[in-house]
């Protein structure tokens, strides 16, 4: 078991068999390719992306379906290639590839990233920001306020 100190969650301790590896990096973050996923129930069903080699740099996800229950995405050959996987059939979301969209909150409201959803083989945790170039996704989903939020 693996430790690293981070600036959001302090000490985590993780399995290096558990690391995403980024082999392009993100865009933004070409030089940051290995991320922790980390869950916490009282966020649920955001999953928290934190780099293992920059102790500040956290990404906010959610899973794509809990956005949009009939989500679909389509890979390039290059983005397939560099997550190791098969060019045969389309990638099963939840049986083949994790798929999160960042999170990004504002004081305008929160939105998610649906355009370029971070695609996570299961099997390798090799990865890749998947910019899908002719979609009707937006890189700016609103998300719509919790009820409590409203209710206030």
């Given at each position: 078991m693996e430790t690293f100190d981070t600036k959001h969650f302090g000490r985590i301790a993780f399995e290096s068999t558990?690391?995403?590896e980024f082999p392009r990096g993100l865009p933004g973050?070409?030089?940051?390719r290995r991320f922790a996923a980390i869950r916490q129930e009282r966020a649920a069903p955001l999953v928290f992306l934190q780099s293992l080699e920059d102790p500040e740099l956290c990404f906010i996800t959610a899973p794509v379906?809990?956005?949009?229950?009939?989500?679909?995405?389509?890979?390039?050959?290059e983005d397939r290639a560099t997550a190791g996987l098969s060019s045969v059939?389309?990638?099963?979301?939840?049986?083949?590839?994790?798929?999160l969209a960042v999170v990004t909150i504002r004081e305008t409201?929160?939105?998610?990233n649906l355009l370029a959803p971070l695609v996570i083989n299961l099997r390798s945790l090799r990865a890749v920001q998947a910019v899908m170039r002719d979609s009707a996704y937006s890189?700016?989903?609103?998300?719509?306020a919790p009820a409590e939020a409203i209710c206030s």
């Open positions: 558990d690391t995403i973050f070409e030089d940051r379906l809990t956005v949009d229950a009939k989500y679909r995405f389509k890979l390039s050959e059939r389309r990638p099963r979301i939840g049986k083949d590839v994790w798929a409201g929160t939105t998610v890189h700016q989903h609103v998300l719509p």
